[in-house]
């Protein structure tokens, strides 16, 4: 199983980013899908996650600015990203947790957010 997170970049505070997370199998074998962050010198922390039904869930500090989807055809997660703070400058990876046990994190390489003022 092989996670590609994608869509990092660098953009000014207001503007908007798109990451997306490809999986190399069907994203229907996890339960949840989800996107974490680490900004410099603090810990990785939860952003948004969807579940296999498609319920989404979001940290309180981007509820409302950020949505997290998915294409089943394409076997992709997105986080679409708008409003952005600097606070927001982060790496960020994509999370999978296998739908079967044992239940197995996947991550993948992290993609770099950086927000300027």
């Known amino acids: 199983v092989q996670l590609q997170a994608s869509g990092g970049g660098l953009v000014q505070a207001g503007g908007s980013l798109r990451l997306s997370c490809a999986a190399s199998v069907s994203i229907f074998s996890f339960n949840p899908m989800g996107w974490y962050r680490q900004a410099p010198g603090k810990q990785r922390e939860w952003v948004a996650r969807?579940?296999?039904?498609?319920?989404?869930n979001y940290a309180d500090d981007v509820k409302g600015r950020f949505t997290i989807s998915r294409d089943i055809s394409k076997n992709t997660v997105y986080l679409r990203m708008n409003s952005l703070k600097p606070e927001d400058t982060a790496v960020y990876y994509c999370?999978?947790?296998?739908?079967?046990?044992?239940?197995?994190?996947?991550w993948g390489q992290g993609t770099l957010v950086t927000v300027s003022s």
């Open positions: 969807i579940n296999i039904g498609g319920s989404e």
């Open positions: 999370k999978a947790v296998g739908g079967n046990f044992p239940f197995r994190d996947y």
